[in-house]
């Protein structure tokens, strides 16, 4: 992954994160995660907490390979809570009604969410990153009653100069072709990235493989599940892609096309 891959993955987990509790819901959801590269003015702000930013900092290339570049990214966890006098609940939490929601957390609470989530991102997801140094600041009052919190995790990790597309981990083959994807983790290995469109098996005429999501002369099916199947025709030469991108109208890229036995063979 490139900067701009690595920043909006780590909003897509962001925003899929949810309370540990029983039922619980989204922490931030889909409308309270920012991917910023210097800290917004106060208008500029979510007006409802809470919510986090995902602040792009200077990244410095390896020496040995120039495509390699060292990120450091911080994110911020923003709360406020009301009925907080003296800031304590802006830290801790205050009184919640319903279990399992956002509302009156504090940001040592949003901050043990944040960390999962990004954690939670592996090489498998084109993705890894370590956790460098929390802090947080010092609350700071909005009127009576009310204070607002900042807690800041500071991550490090290394991303491409130009983007890069995840590839399949498991292909598998029988009278049909079949795919299998997927790691140990609950989610799909391809499916976890933010753009991902679906699966699609291509096939290219002769005994050649294609080279390229374009270079397929057909696509004999698609899928966005982990399991895939279609019936192969003599002549042609299968190999199965991961699709990237905002719609199958707008594909921004795909992995390198894989065969039965190329990866992992079962």
């Not at 490139?2 to 962001?14: D, G, P, V, Y």
């Not at 709360?79 to 940001?107: F, I, T, Y």
């Amino acid at each position: 992954m490139n900067a701009s891959q690595m920043a909006q993955q780590i909003k897509h987990e962001l925003e899929l994160a949810t309370w540990p509790e029983a039922g619980g819901s989204v922490v931030f959801g889909t409308r309270g995660v920012l991917i910023v590269t210097d800290l917004p003015g106060e208008k500029e702000l979510p007006q409802v907490t809470p919510f986090a930013l995902v602040v792009m900092a200077g990244g410095t290339n390896d020496p040995d390979d120039p495509n390699l570049i060292e990120q450091t990214i911080t994110v911020l966890a923003v709360s406020d809570v009301a009925g907080d006098p003296d800031g304590e609940g802006a830290l801790l939490g205050g009184a919640q009604s319903v279990l399992g929601k956002s509302a009156n957390r504090g940001v040592f609470e949003l901050s043990g969410r944040v960390r999962a989530a990004v954690t939670n991102l592996t090489g498998a997801d084109g993705a890894k990153l370590l956790l460098q140094g929390t802090s947080t600041g010092a609350t700071a009052p909005l009127g009576a009653g009310r204070h607002r919190a900042v807690d800041e995790s500071s991550f490090l990790g290394w991303v491409t100069a130009a983007p890069s597309y995840p590839h399949p981990v498991k292909v598998t083959t029988g009278a049909n072709w079949t795919y299998t994807g997927g790691t140990a983790a609950a989610r799909g290995h391809c499916s976890g990235v933010y753009n991902f469109l679906h699966y699609a098996v291509g096939y290219k005429a002769g005994g050649t493989p294609a080279a390229s999501y374009h270079d397929f002369d057909g696509i004999a099916g698609t899928s966005t599940t982990e399991a895939l199947t279609i019936t192969a025709i003599g002549g042609n030469t299968y190999s199965l892609v991961a699709v990237f991108g905002r719609s199958v109208n707008h594909i921004e890229g795909s992995s390198n096309p894989a065969q039965p036995g190329t990866f992992y063979s079962t």
